[in-house]
């Protein structure tokens, strides 16, 4: 089985900072991509940032320039340095990471959520 925790979510003025982390722990032989996605009130869970285990990463345009993902493969951890923050970037942020259990088994597996706000 494998486990996803998250932290680093709290109320931040507007430009502020923050930074998420995440932590992979279980059976993990490998994981593919280490994702972060967000969810606002009433609206659908978006992908926010993506890395894959070569190093590549991708943003949404909303975020671009301003969020920033990182990596640690021994670790099997991932985290998002959000700055010069807006209101709208204001959800719960899911951590997301999909690859391989011993075994070759299959696993896709999301993390609680952790709540940001943003205040204007």
């Known amino acids: 089985q494998v486990r996803l925790e998250e932290s680093g979510g709290g109320l931040v003025q507007a430009g502020g900072s923050l930074r998420l982390s995440c932590a992979a722990s279980?059976?993990?032989?490998?994981?593919?991509?280490m994702d972060w996605y967000r969810q606002a009130p009433g609206k659908q869970r978006e992908l926010v940032a993506q890395?894959?285990?070569?190093?590549?990463?991708n943003y949404t345009d909303s975020v671009k320039g301003r969020f920033t993902i990182s990596r640690d493969n021994a670790k099997n951890t991932v985290s998002l340095q959000m700055n010069m923050l807006k209101p709208e970037d204001t959800a719960v942020y899911y951590c997301?990471?999909?690859?391989?259990?011993?075994?070759?088994?299959?696993?896709?597996?999301w993390g609680q959520g952790t709540l940001v706000t943003v205040s204007s």
């Open positions: 279980g059976s993990i032989f490998s994981i593919y991509t």
């Open positions: 997301n990471a999909h690859g391989l259990q011993h075994g070759y088994r299959y696993f896709e597996v």
């Open positions: 890395t894959t285990s070569d190093g590549s990463t």
